[in-house]
């Protein structure tokens, strides 16, 4: 056996692992599009009335925290239009890279990529009108502190939209992935919002929508129940 075939031999099972691997790991992002995602989300997400109860304007300037593979970061491009600015905030780097692809494959100009940190969405110090966050609140830690810490974000008259499952959602309930509305109610309270709107149109998720507080201008210490509130809700 010459070299050429010895090295083949040594080589190819390690291109098949490294195949593997990189089959896996495309696997891992469509996986989790998908569970985002899933079949029938048109459905019962009801994007488009959630962004018409939005009320954006256009120009405005909004982040989509918890972005995933973007299924509300391209609906809210278009509310805002091309003067307008959407920041995909995620802390996965996999999630990001789907985006940026569809940015690319879509060609649209007004969708700008966050890698955030977990405990800060890294905003740009211009600010935003509006931070949405649809199915992510139950995955942020420490909440309290985390939104009284976003606030320095939000232009005057800025609001934070929370989108996340409930009690009634089953599968999300299978998972522990939900967040009971009086819990959001009661921490962003905690963190210095006040509750603007509620909306009932989802059948498995609260909608919730807050202002500042203008008393609680100042961050207040940290909250004795910030992190260690009773949580029905899985942490990540
Ligand atoms: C269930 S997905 C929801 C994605 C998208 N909002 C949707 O409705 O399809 C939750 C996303 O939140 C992201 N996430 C978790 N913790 C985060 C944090 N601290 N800051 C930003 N994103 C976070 C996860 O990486 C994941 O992409």
Not at 100 to 117: D, F, P, S, T
Not at 168 to 188: D, Q, V
Not at 215 to 231: E, F, H, I, K, Y
Request: charged fraction near 25%; charge should be positive; proline fraction near 7%.
């Amino acid at each position: 056996m010459d070299f050429s075939s010895q090295h083949r031999k040594l080589r190819s099972p390690r291109l098949c692992l490294f195949g593997l691997a990189l089959l896996f790991l495309a696997g891992c992002a469509f996986l989790k599009q998908w569970a985002y995602e899933g079949f029938n989300r048109d459905h019962w997400q009801q994007p488009q009335k959630v962004i018409e109860t939005l009320a954006l304007r256009p120009g405005d300037h909004v982040a989509d925290l918890g972005s995933g593979s973007g299924y509300f970061t391209f609906r809210l491009a278009e509310a805002v239009g091309p003067k307008g600015k959407v920041y995909a905030v995620d802390i996965d780097r996999e999630m990001n890279d789907l985006v940026a692809k569809a940015i690319k494959e879509k060609n649209i100009g007004n969708v700008e990529l966050i890698l955030a940190r977990p405990d800060d969405p890294m905003l740009p110090p211009i600010g935003v009108d509006l931070v949405l966050t649809v199915n992510t609140y139950h995955h942020l830690e420490n909440r309290v502190s985390y939104f009284q810490r976003l606030r320095k974000y939000l232009r005057p008259g800025g609001r934070i939209a929370v989108i996340d499952f409930d009690r009634r959602a089953w599968f999300a309930g299978l998972w522990r992935h939900y967040t009971p509305a009086e819990f959001i109610k009661r921490e962003m309270e905690q963190a210095g919002y006040g509750l603007q709107g509620e909306l009932t149109f989802l059948d498995r998720q609260s909608f919730l929508i807050f202002t500042p507080n203008p008393q609680a201008a100042r961050p207040a210490p940290s909250s004795p129940t910030d992190g260690s509130a009773p949580r029905a809700a899985r942490q990540n």
